[in-house]
């Protein structure tokens, strides 16, 4: 596997399921994002990680809870979304001192 | 709130046309990227520019970076349909977070044959 990777692609869940998105980053960066994208806003940050430290959640909801246990996986755990949460959920790594950020193909979420 | 405004928001053109997509800001940017998206699919970098005035280019298309480096364009000449996608402009601030992005809302554009 080359640059980042994203499972599931797709995910159907119900407003009371639990269920955890995963990123890989096989590019030895040691920063990686999550990043909401639903129709018609800008990607929305939602937590960055350097070094496997969190420096920053954007202000988002308790249901969405991230996890970095190394500098090249991520998770997304969620729990009790609304419907408002169907969206594009991307993952992104950059490395140390430079501002390119790398995108995985995305976890389409819809919640029922 | 730094904000970056991209217009058009949609672009729907013929094959062989020219366009212009443009992303600005009031604000000044340290270095400002282009990246393009497929449906289903996450963005693609498809340049950073750094230097005010600066001016790249990548076979068709040809980005440039404003002197104020408050502003960029993205120009593609003689479109293709496999140019149709999402452009994205996204610029890292000097004030902010390191490496974070600010993103705005993305031209669309369809080129058909």
């Known amino acids: 596997e080359t640059g980042v990777t994203q499972t599931p692609r797709h995910l159907v869940m119900g407003m009371t399921n639990k269920k955890s998105l995963k990123c890989e980053q096989h590019?030895?960066?040691?920063?990686m994002y999550w990043y909401k994208q639903s129709a018609k806003k800008p990607l929305e940050l939602m937590f960055v990680y350097n070094f496997k430290e969190q420096t920053e959640n954007n202000s988002v909801p308790s249901r969405f809870s991230p996890e970095c246990p190394n500098s090249s996986h991520l998770f997304l755990h969620l729990h009790t979304l609304q419907p408002e949460d169907s969206a594009l959920y991307l993952c992104a790594s950059r490395q140390g001192g430079g501002n390119e950020q790398f995108f995985g193909p995305g976890t389409r979420l819809t919640v029922l | 709130t730094q904000l970056l405004e991209q217009s058009p928001q949609f672009l729907s053109i013929q094959e062989g046309e020219n366009l212009t997509v443009y992303c600005n800001s009031s604000s000044v940017f340290s270095s400002l990227q282009w990246y393009r998206q497929e449906p289903g699919e996450g963005p693609v970098l498809l340049v950073t520019?750094?230097?005010?005035?600066e001016v790249k280019k990548l076979k068709r298309l040809t980005f440039q970076f404003g002197d104020a480096r408050k502003d960029s364009s993205l120009h593609i000449t003689a479109a293709q349909p496999g140019d149709t996608g999402l452009y994205l402009c996204?610029?890292?601030?000097?004030?902010?977070?390191?490496?974070?992005?600010?993103f705005g809302k993305g031209t669309k554009l369809s080129v058909k044959p």
């Open positions: 996204a610029g890292a601030n000097y004030g902010g977070s390191q490496g974070n992005l600010i």
């Open positions: 590019l030895g960066h040691n920063a």
């Open positions: 520019v750094v230097t005010g005035g």
